[in-house]
């Protein structure tokens, strides 16, 4: 069955590089009459695509053109003609694939076809790198012939102010980390005015080194945290205030939806103990909000019921088993107003304002495709989370390198002497030596060791890309001893110096095996490029971390078998390889598990990410008029407090607490009493207040007669509220996302809780902002020259 599976990816494999085969001697076909063309005529072909593009022409149509004269400009700009491989790889690349290329094949090289057929569209294309230093060189480096073909290339860096990074962005092709974009994205989300945003929509990405980007940084999110600024004080103050009003006269509860709302003269006192006009004002927002918990503190939540109070800490009980709920926190601000009001000190947060993860960073790109030297052994997850096929080119000249089998010892310190030996031996032989580590510790040991042995090396740690792009250059030259972390120096070719060819090519010794074996093949593969001579061994001991966690009772038992007792031997076995081959998968497996189940958790947050910032770029973007927006949410509102209270026989219903909600949120105490609402349905009492509420909308716009002023009223009171709760309700998420773990001790699946309760959490903060908008902006006094 398995050797079936294989017979057919391997038969798929030939068929697919059949095609792309056929498709680059297409684009190979244009050479003779490219290279014929005058500089100029050349460069006039972009123009040319452009408008045939824009008549109607696909991009695959453009391709095998598009990429010869991509070709023909390589040649003459950079000396480099792209074989035919390499038209290949950009054919996969173009496609929205991976693109799997040994070290040396020249990625960088290969990426330009891709890049400048899909610069044809003018909508955008990002090239993707692991580090700046490497976004600045390439950009540099192909940026020439960009520039030449008559295109923009811009670079984004972290030090760049708004005005430079949307001027990188708005070029043809732009060149960025991957943390940058994420960021940038995040910021664009968060501002008031569509002139602050610096990207464009996403459109195409090809990501240099898809695996280390997409898959060994996809656990860690994005994230933009804020202080919560002042609040402690605001807290307080609220608590404060809270404490000073008299129930009945100044707020009313309504314990339906555990709310409390100021009457006309608790709205009073308020103005007057906080000093202000208005406390409803679009200013006070923040105001408000603490005023609304302090009140719910107070007078909604019970000590000893709902909460408890123990060792200068507010635990929240749960309501269902009456156990202390530890690690949770009430949400939007609650829990901080319990603590001002049981006077307890209060927690302040780092208040997450925004977040997102690279998985779900990517799959917003309308197209997106990635380059890399092994890509193969993930090949599953690529397919899984990104829709992304990978597609290994073949080399453009055989591979003459000699891999020789992993050798095991016994103890850390036998393996070190033994890698110590070997690296004596071959530099006596004037062969240039490449030493994996996995750790930076690891590195400092061995440099240490070679000290003792009087042999000279560099040693390169992941700390500084531009000196280490440097270092691994010079890796090829004869004699030269380099120690790397496994990482350091990816995306820069080491090139063999003169007379290395004869004494064997760079030697690559690796001191253990990475949890992963796309690491262990990156670093095999920095020998033997292009056809030049090169070795690579793997050193292991029983004593590897990798071998302890995954592997050592298995490959013990190998030991005895092969009857090896002494501290020293060495075992060279094909057994061994194979059982730290299957150690390997079995990480790598849970390392998937976890970036899957993140990822997981975090569909939910993107779905209420894309409602929100959807809805976000609707208001930012509108130019005539939001009572389209508005109008539906005061009647959703009405609609809601209306059924809560109307349950049940007419005699039950709680008139007040609706009068209340329409004096509070709606109109003017003037405008109604409880004779207005006596006596009429459920149905009635909502058409009467919406009829008010509209009344009282067409009086807001006539007080101010500009509908310009009228719409930047509308952005101000929805965007403020909408900012308000949506961070708010992140920080709560986290929370429960933290929390939720707890649940699988109670025979609950925790993803099935948390898309349940954060469902739930989403519809209410919905309802909340809903409910904030109708109140801010039927109670909030219009002002001239209003600002967001």
């Not at 400009?73 to 491989?85: E, I, Y």
């Not at 998968?585 to 947050?605: I, P, Q």
Request: hydrophobic fraction near 35%; charge should be negative; proline fraction near 2%.
């Amino acid at each position: 069955m398995a050797t079936n599976i294989l017979k057919k990816w391997v038969e798929s494999d030939r068929r697919r590089i059949k095609q792309l085969g056929k498709l680059a001697d297409r684009v190979s076909s244009y050479s003779d009459e490219y290279e014929k063309l005058s500089d100029a005529d050349l460069q006039a072909k972009t123009n040319e695509f452009k408008e045939r593009y824009q008549a109607g022409e696909s991009l695959d149509e453009l391709l095998p053109e598009a990429f010869a004269v991509a070709r023909e400009g390589a040649a003459r700009v950079l000396g480099l003609r792209p074989f035919r491989v390499q038209i290949m790889g950009g054919i996969v690349l173009h496609e929205g694939n991976i693109a799997e290329m040994k070290t040396g094949e020249g990625k960088t090289l290969t990426a330009t076809m891709p890049v400048y057929l899909n610069a044809i569209s003018g909508d955008g294309v990002h090239v993707v790198t692991v580090n700046e230093y490497l976004s600045e060189r390439d950009a540099e480096q192909m940026g020439q012939l960009y520039n030449w073909l008559g295109l923009s290339v811009g670079v984004n860096t972290s030090d760049m102010g708004p005005e430079e990074k949307r001027a990188a962005y708005n070029a043809d092709i732009t060149y960025s980390t991957n943390s940058e974009i994420g960021f940038d994205y995040l910021r664009d989300n968060m501002v008031v005015y569509k002139e602050d945003r610096v990207q464009r929509p996403l459109n195409f990405a090809l990501v240099d080194e898809v695996d280390s980007i997409l898959i060994d940084e996809a656990r860690t999110p994005l994230i933009i945290s804020g202080q919560a600024q002042g609040a402690n004080k605001l807290y307080i103050q609220a608590d404060r205030f809270a404490k000073t009003l008299t129930a009945k006269d100044d707020f009313k509860v309504d314990l339906e939806t555990k709310t409390v709302s100021l009457t006309e003269p608790g709205i009073k006192k308020a103005d007057k103990f906080f000093n202000l006009k208005n406390i409803y004002d679009t200013d006070n927002t923040a105001l408000t909000h603490h005023i609304d918990q302090a009140l719910r503190a107070n007078y909604v939540m019970e000590l000893d019921k709902d909460y408890v109070v123990k060792e200068d800490e507010v635990l929240i009980v749960d309501s269902f088993t009456g156990r202390i709920m530890d690690g949770r926190r009430f949400s939007d601000g609650l829990h901080q107003a319990i603590e001002a009001k049981e006077n307890v000190s209060i927690q302040e947060e780092s208040k997450t304002m925004a977040n997102i993860t690279y998985q779900n960073l990517f799959r917003r790109y309308k197209k997106l495709a990635g380059m890399t030297g092994t890509a193969k052994t993930e090949q599953e997850e690529f397919r899984e989370i990104y829709n992304m096929n990978a597609v290994s080119i073949p080399t453009n000249k055989p591979v003459v390198r000699i891999d020789e089998q992993d050798v095991l010892y016994p103890t850390l310190k036998s393996k070190f002497d033994a890698v110590v030996d070997k690296v004596a031996e071959l530099h006596n032989q004037g062969q240039p030596i490449l030493l994996g580590t996995v750790a930076v510790e690891t590195s400092e040991y061995i440099s240490k060791r070679l000290d003792n042995a009087k042999i000279p090396h560099v040693v390169l740690n992941a700390k500084n890309h531009a000196r280490e792009a440097e270092i691994v250059a010079n890796a090829g030259q004869k004699g030269a001893v380099t120690i790397a972390t496994n990482m350091a120096g990816r995306g820069t070719d080491i090139k063999l110096g003169p007379g290395v060819v004869e004494v064997g090519g760079l030697a690559v010794i690796g001191t253990e095996r990475h949890e992963s074996r796309r690491i262990d093949n990156q670093l095999r593969g920095r020998a033997g490029r292009q056809g030049d001579p090169g070795y690579s061994q793997f050193y292991l001991s029983l004593e590897d971390d990798l071998m302890r966690r995954f592997g050592s009772d298995r490959i013990k038992n190998v030991l005895k078998t092969l009857k090896v007792q002494d501290d020293d031997a060495v075992i060279r076995s094909r057994m061994i390889t194979k059982q730290v081959e299957s150690a390997q998968r079995r990480v790598e497996g849970n390392n998937y598990d976890s970036r899957k189940n993140v990822l997981k958790y975090d569909n939910v947050m993107s779905e209420q990410r894309d409602v929100i910032y959807g809805e976000r770029n609707v208001v930012i973007d509108e130019k005539e008029s939001l009572k389209w927006v508005i109008m539906p949410m005061i009647e959703r509102t009405i609609d809601h407090v209306i059924d809560l209270h109307t349950q049940g026989d007419q005699k039950d219903w709680n008139i007040e607490t609706i009068l209340d909600f329409a004096t509070s949120s709606l109109v003017s105490l003037n405008d109604i009493s409880i004779n207005n609402l006596k006596g009429l349905s459920a149905d009635q009492i909502k058409a009467y207040l919406l009829d008010l509420a509209k009344k009282a909308y067409q009086q807001k716009e006539e007080e101010l007669k500009d509908p310009a002023q009228v719409l930047e009223f509308e952005k101000v009171v929805i965007l403020r509220v909408v900012d308000s709760h949506w961070t708010d309700h992140i920080d709560s998420m986290d929370q429960l996302r933290e929390a939720i773990g707890l649940r699988g001790y109670g025979q609950l699946n925790p993803l099935v809780e948390y898309q349940r309760e954060g469902s739930r959490m989403f519809e209410e903060m919905v309802t909340d902002i809903e409910y904030g908008v109708t109140r801010l902006f039927m109670k909030a006094e219009i002002r001239q020259n209003i600002q967001r």
